[in-house]
């Protein structure tokens, strides 16, 4: 389970833990939408099994989004008298919009590793 994790924000093929799964350097920061690699470049494993096949990621990504906007919202409660707070939106809003282009990153990954063949 760690390793899996591991592989996961490695950016790592979830067939071979070799090959790279987005194209960018950095898994972490890079601001637009992410450049996937078609196929694993070590064991030439296909990412996208289908059309449409990273639809799924969507929800995994709306899940992530709201589990960081909660969060966020009880650290901000112990800093805030009221519970609701106008600035506590504003700060859930800047961290959701500062997070989103790495969850769209963390999604696909989760994807790709939940439905990646486990038989071999
Ligand atoms: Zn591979």
């Known amino acids: 389970m760690l390793s ?10 979830p067939n071979c833990n070799k ?13 637009g939408f992410p450049k996937m690699n078609t196929h694993c470049s070590h064991c030439n494993y296909k990412f996208e099994k289908e ?7 969507m929800f995994v990504n709306y899940a992530i989004t709201v589990g960081q906007a909660l969060i966020t919202f009880f650290i901000c409660s112990l800093f805030f008298d009221k519970i ?4 506590i939106l504003l700060i859930i809003g800047f961290v959701i919009l500062t997070l989103s282009f790495f969850n769209i990153r963390l999604s696909r990954m989760i994807w790709i590793y939940a439905f990646k063949n486990y038989t071999n």
Request: glycine share 8%; hydrophobic share 45%; proline share 3%.
């Open 19 to 31: 090959g790279k799964v987005f194209a960018d350097k950095s898994f972490f920061f890079s601001i």
């Open 51 to 57: 059309p449409g096949y990273f639809f799924g990621a």
């Open 4 to 13: 899996t994790l591991s592989h996961i924000f490695k950016n790592e093929c």
């Open 84 to 87: 609701f707070d106008f600035r």
